[in-house]
Nanobody, 122 residues
Framework: QVQLVESGGGLVQAGGSLRLSCAAS????????MGWFRQAPGKEREFAAA???????WYGDSVKGRFTISRDNPKNMVYLQMNSLKPEDTALYYC????????????????WGQGTQVTVSS
């Protein structure tokens, strides 16, 4: 079983950058595909980015070209670099782990963190 803790959220102006971190414990993330999802107030949770165990990545259309997912297996960490942030990126960002392929499907992820808030001001 994997425990996930996100950090790095905060308030940033439009056009700025943030890097989210996800610290995993309980198991090595080498065994998992890792993903980032987000949920804005009053909206469904949305896929942002994912990376499988081999390094293949997927991105949601709304973040493609601006966000980059990475992982450091020895440190058991996953990151989401977010550039050119927009007010519509404001959301609670969740880190998730999938024992399978992962990708953009929420139901593929068995383990979730509590989330870190990102607020982008215009």
């Amino acid at each position: 079983q994997v425990q996930l803790v996100e950090s790095g959220g905060g308030l940033v102006q439009a056009g700025g950058s943030l890097r989210l971190s996800c610290a995993a414990s309980g198991d090595t993330i080498r065994n998992y595909a890792m993903g980032w999802f987000r949920q804005a107030p009053g909206k469904e949770r949305e896929f942002a980015a994912a990376m499988d165990w081999s390094g293949i990545t997927w991105y949601g259309d709304s973040v493609k070209g601006r966000f980059t997912i990475s992982r450091d297996n020895p440190k058991n960490m996953v990151y989401l670099q977010m550039n050119s942030l927009k007010p519509e990126d404001t959301a609670l960002y969740y880190c998730a782990a999938s024992p399978g392929v992962g990708g953009g499907l929420e139901y593929a992820y068995d383990y979730w963190g509590q989330g870190t808030q990102v607020t982008v001001s215009s």
